[in-house]
């Protein structure tokens, strides 16, 4: 079964970015499913270094999305 785990993003590593980091991660080490989040941009804003780095380096394939 294919995920896709969206949320609102303010493009920084903390609060909701985290946790569906967190949850993505739970899952893809628990579960034979395949995981993907998606984050939608808030007001324009653009993914910090920082958050893209953390789901690169958790393996997680995520997509930014404009507003």
């Not at 609060?15 to 324009?44: M, N, P, Q, T, Y």
């Amino acid at each position: 079964m294919k995920i896709l785990l969206v949320t609102p993003s303010y493009g920084v590593y903390g609060g909701i970015e985290a946790f569906v980091l967190a949850l993505a991660d739970w899952l893809r080490l628990h579960s034979s499913h395949e995981i993907r989040v998606c984050f939608k941009s808030v007001s324009g804003t653009d993914p910090s270094d920082t958050l893209v780095s953390r789901c690169h380096d958790l393996g997680i394939p995520a997509h930014f999305v404009a507003r």
